[in-house]
């Protein structure tokens, strides 16, 4: 999903409101600077392998590069538990409220990599798949199925039919020579040895491997022939690894905006990735790791064995076979690294080696019970791309692991205030988690609109009183900026607006005529149906931030 498309659904259209005396009309909103804080999740774990809860702030260290951070913000998440609806009450009858389930409270996207899994481990796994959703969908679950290839993919539903049917249309798409015998023996990991690594035993190796199984006499046709199919194969594999991270990227992106938890479900065999595409993965980690995205993975390759697949031309010559199969094994070793990396970089869970694809789909398709999120500035950061590594640490906690972000690369550039005001604006848009840093209450109210059509009104009512004014001369000044949204009972976005409201308030008027507080209502037109709302409120002068969800019922 583009950025420009995400922008539009918050900014369908953009109003002022002026109470009491404004600025120029041609004045347009800006910002404090404030410092954009790298995103770190953190799940700790017991001896149980359980998630702990109820840590603070001040229960982690936090280093970049071996420097310690100061924690600037911190958080902990709790996951969605299961639900289980109390008993129907005569009162509860007779209210107009949705029932709980009718509101999506957690999204999981499965992401299977098929441009890289064997055929065999992608029917084991989508079938495991299957049974995992049959066996485990709640009526506040919403499931999407996405692929490497952009093919076979559906979004978000809750409709067990059109998950099965979707599953089971999931076909391998290889576009690389991977596990196939040629002459000579190429893989990707093999090329980026002789064109990037310079390695003149991989380069030996598959000379003399071409040699004998293409019977080839003259060394320099030999090494030409080598070089030609490292070259393909690399191009292939760049090509490979760049559609992977890319489609990523993009149910990244596609997560960003769902309004609950949010999981995805990376079933792969591994791909590789090098030093050209770490700055892709770092913007698709960072922009997880902001949306509080949850990347777990399952490795489906099952238990893994360091015995040789394929079978060898050169029984004769075992320096060459040794040669051919480290490759082979460390190649094949590497490829998990990237899932690896995900997970760790957004707390999630990684599971390899095992045969037990069910069990292994059961973990990775639960999010942790308990997730947190500290964020830091780090101190001097120079927009150079330069890689910091990353290390956190429980204070006086023995018995407990920790899976954190490893890392992140600093910018190319810096971020503007008024990008990282407009990024915590969708950030919390599309979050669930309820933030009241500001006296602000939602309220709903449900009347007909143009032709009799159902018009539903979301108010916003600001206690302006207790807003962190800025004085100017006579008057108290901030700018709210309101955002509200509407999403179906799918998550899904159907309508929205964002207003700013700029107060330039005498204290007379703060005092006398505005002491009920200030209603912004934001009006839209919605077939009958269940929705779920979202109001989001940031001032300009303390940069605070109030996010609250509101459950609709439309009647027919």
């Known amino acids: ?28 909103v800006t910002f404090k600077s404030k410092v954009s804080l790298v995103p770190v999740p953190v799940v700790v774990r017991d001896q149980r392998g359980n998630a702990v809860g109820g840590l603070k702030a001040e229960d982690f260290q936090l280093f970049d590069r071996g420097k310690p951070q100061a924690i600037l913000s911190f958080s902990m998440e709790r996951s969605a538990p299961v639900r289980v609806e ?67 993919t559906l979004d978000f539903t809750d409709n067990r039919d059109r998950l099965r049917s979707a599953l089971g249309k999931l076909r391998t798409h290889p576009r690389s020579s991977a596990g196939i015998v040629g002459c000579p023996l190429m893989t990707y990991y093999m090329a980026d040895q002789i064109r990037n690594q310079n390695s003149q035993p991989v380069l030996d190796a598959a000379i003399a491997d071409v040699m004998i199984c293409g019977n080839v006499k003259d060394v320099e046709t030999a090494e030409y022939r080598v070089r030609s199919a490292a070259y393909r194969e690399y191009t292939m594999g760049d090509l490979d690894t760049r559609a992977a991270l890319h489609s990523l990227e993009g149910t990244v992106q596609r997560m960003s905006v769902m309004p609950g938890q949010r999981t995805i479900l990376m079933v792969s065999g591994g791909f590789l990735t090098f030093a050209e595409h770490a700055s892709d993965k770092s913007r698709i980690m960072d922009r997880a790791a902001r949306a509080g995205i949850v990347v777990n993975a399952l490795d489906a390759r099952g238990l893994y064995t360091d015995l040789p697949d394929m079978a060898r031309r050169t029984a004769g010559a075992p ?27 957004t707390g999630g869970t990684f599971v390899q080696n095992t045969n037990d694809v069910d069990g292994g789909m059961q973990r990775t398709a639960a999010a942790p019970e308990y997730y947190y999120l500290l964020g830091f500035a780090p101190a001097d950061l120079k927009p150079d791309g330069s890689y910091h590594a990353l290390k956190v640490q429980l204070k006086g906690k023995s018995g407990t692991t920790i899976s954190a972000r490893r890392g992140y690369y600093s910018p190319r550039e810096t971020e503007k205030p008024e990008e990282i005001a407009k990024r915590e604006m969708d950030d919390a848009m599309f979050s669930r988690a309820e933030v009241q840093d500001l006296p602000v209450e939602l309220v709903t109210e449900i009347g007909k ?57 005498l204290d007379k008027t703060l005092a006398e005529k505005l002491g009920g507080g200030v209603n912004i209502q934001s009006d839209f037109e919605l077939k009958p149906g269940a929705y779920a709302v979202r109001l989001v409120v940031r001032d300009k002068e303390g940069q605070l931030m109030t996010a609250r969800n509101g459950a609709v019922e439309i009647p027919n």
Request: proline content about 5%.
């Open 1 to 28: 999903m583009s950025r420009a498309l995400r922008d539009a659904w918050l900014g369908l259209f953009c109003m002022r409101l002026v109470l009491a005396q404004t600025a120029p009309a041609d004045e347009t």
């Open 86 to 152: 109390p008993a129907t009450t005569p009162a509860a009858t007779k209210s107009k409220a949705p029932a709980p389930a009718e509101v999506p409270e957690r999204f999981l996207a499965y992401f299977f990599d098929d441009l890289h899994l064997a055929p065999a481990d992608l029917i084991r796994s989508r079938d495991a798949a299957r049974r995992q959703i049959e066996r485990s969908l709640r009526t506040t679950d919403r499931v999407a199925i996405y692929t490497t290839s952009g093919q076979n």
């Open 319 to 345: 320096q060459v076979e040794q040669v051919l199969q480290q490759m082979e094994r460390e190649g094949s070793r590497q490829q998990a690294a990237v899932m690896d990396e995900m997970a760790a970089a």
């Open 449 to 505: 609109g143009k032709d009799g059509a159902p018009r539903l009104s979301l108010v916003a009512k600001v206690d302006v009183r207790r807003l962190p004014f800025r004085r100017d001369g006579e008057r108290n000044c901030d700018d709210l900026t309101v955002a509200t949204a509407v999403f179906d009972r799918n998550g899904v976005h159907i309508t929205g607006s964002s207003k700013t409201i700029e107060l330039r308030l």
